[in-house]
C-alpha cells in the first residue's frame, strides 16, 4: 500500500524568506528548511504509541530526539496538563536555550533565553506562522528551532480559569 504523501507547507517568513515545515503525524517527525535557515529534524522513536492530539505523536521527551543542522540537540517538554506553563517545550543547543509556551488561546511566545522572540501559531496540520519582535533580532537558528517546534506541539492554549468555566459548566445538569 503506498504511503500517504506527507503533508508540507512552505510559509514566506518576513525575515528568513520561504521556510518549508513537513509534518508527519503518522510516522512522528518533522522537517524545517529552507535556504536561509539551518535543517532542524525531529523524529518520534518508531514503534512507540502514537498519541492523536500532539502532532508529532507525543509529549514524552525520552521517545524524541531533535537534531539541528545534522547535531543533537536536547528536548525537555513539560507534562502538559492544566496551566499553560504546562505545556512550555525547552530546547539546549549549541550553548543556547529556547522555550516555546503559550501565551494565548491561538499562539504562543519563542524565547531565547529570557528573551521574547516572537509568536507562533499552528492549529497542528503543518501550517506555522511566525510574527517576530524585531527589536529581539531573531538568528536563522531561532527561526528554525521555533517553527519545528510550532510545528510538532502545536501552538496556545486557554487561560486556566477558562478551563475551569468549561469543566464547572460541563459538571452542571442540563
Not at 18 to 39: K, M, N, Q
Not at 120 to 138: I, K, L, M, N, Q
Amino acid at each position: 500500500m503506498p504511503k500517504d504523501p506527507t503533508p508540507e507547507s512552505v510559509t514566506d517568513d518576513d525575515l528568513f524568506g520561504a521556510i518549508t515545515v513537513r509534518l508527519d503525524g503518522r510516522e512522528g517527525e518533522v522537517v524545517v528548511e529552507g535556504a536561509s535557515v539551518p535543517r532542524v529534524v525531529l523524529r518520534r522513536t518508531t514503534g512507540t504509541d502514537r498519541a492523536d492530539h500532539v502532532p508529532i505523536g507525543t509529549r514524552d521527551g525520552a521517545v524524541l530526539t531533535l537534531t539541528v543542522d545534522g547535531a543533537p540537540a536536547e528536548l525537555d517538554l513539560a507534562r502538559g496538563r492544566v496551566t499553560r506553563r504546562s505545556y512550555r517545550v525547552d530546547v539546549r543547543y549549541a550553548g543556547r536555550s529556547w522555550r516555546l509556551v503559550p501565551g494565548s488561546i491561538p499562539s504562543s511566545r519563542l524565547l531565547r533565553g529570557r528573551e521574547r522572540l516572537g509568536d507562533f501559531s499552528s492549529g497542528g496540520d503543518g501550517r506555522v506562522f511566525a510574527e517576530w519582535r524585531r527589536d529581539a533580532a531573531p538568528d536563522a537558528t531561532d527561526a528554525a528551532v521555533g517553527y519545528a517546534l510550532a510545528a510538532a506541539f502545536g501552538t496556545g492554549g486557554q487561560p486556566m480559569w477558562m478551563m475551569a468555566l468549561e469543566l464547572a459548566g460541563d459538571l452542571l445538569p442540563g
